[in-house]
């Protein structure tokens, strides 16, 4: 049974570039969340996916938008690249509001050049 | 802002020894509050997690304890062995079948956890 899975698992970026995240949610998952991991900090919430649509957003700009696709898998998309962009982007599933299924990716380490 | 203080920063320990992590939260409006483990290069790994109306839970080595009157629980690691070396979150979360509608983890910045042989 595969977990979350997320590609790529590296990138590098130059300011001011655009760049899209995926992710596949575990089998049986219908919800998406990302979240922004700078370089020892705990994750930061982005936003939730649910039903296609963003549920729920975090404190961040508008240069961080997503999509999630009929078969639940989402990408996150960030514009306008910033040096502080620079984190490990990390994708977590669950079934819809339960808490305890709450699974995370192994990310995908951005840097930002 | 950080809505859950956790500490220490960084911890080491012998083989065996028992370590402790503290978190502390503002917010009373949570009820679930989850611990997980991360090594290096991977995302966190739910632990072990706890609901305010249980002052304690164990599953194996790991003990949780919850303090709700002084908004604090903590995590025990019994017996640790080089093996638990890795970085620990504590995290809170909404009842969301409460209808509270908050459906983010909010997290604490990390304790690092070295278990010495």
């Known amino acids: 049974d595969a977990g979350v899975t997320q590609s790529p698992t590296h990138l590098i970026k130059t300011r001011g570039q655009q760049v899209t995240l995926r992710c596949s949610p575990k089998s049986g998952h219908d919800t998406v969340s990302w979240y922004q991991q700078a370089l020892g900090q705990g994750p930061q919430f982005i936003f939730q996916y649910y039903e296609e649509e963003e549920r729920q957003r975090g404190n961040f700009p508008d240069r961080f938008s997503g999509h999630q696709f009929p078969n639940y898998s989402s990408e996150l998309n960030v514009n306008a690249l910033l040096l502080g962009d620079s984190a490990l982007y990390l994708c977590?599933?669950?079934?819809?509001?339960?808490?305890?299924?709450?699974?995370f990716g192994s990310g995908t380490r951005l840097t930002v050049v | 802002q950080q809505q859950v203080k956790q500490s220490p920063q960084s911890l080491i320990v012998q083989k065996g020894g028992i370590p402790i992590i503290n978190c502390a939260y503002e917010?009373?409006?949570?009820?679930?509050f989850p611990w997980y483990q991360q090594f290096p290069g991977k995302g966190p790994a739910l632990l072990i997690a706890i609901r305010p109306d249980v002052s304690e839970k164990k599953e194996g080595r790991f003990t949780i304890s919850f303090n709700k009157s002084a908004k604090q629980f903590s995590l025990h690691i019994m017996d640790s062995q080089p093996g638990d070396s890795a970085t620990y979150f504590c995290?809170?979360?909404?009842?969301?079948?409460?209808?509270?509608?908050?459906?983010?983890?909010?997290f604490g910045k990390g304790t690092k956890l070295s278990v010495i042989p």
């Open positions: 977590a599933s669950s079934y819809d509001r339960e808490w305890y299924g709450y699974t």
């Open positions: 995290a809170k979360g909404a009842d969301t079948y409460s209808g509270a509608g908050s459906y983010q983890l909010t």
């Open positions: 917010n009373t409006a949570f009820d679930y």
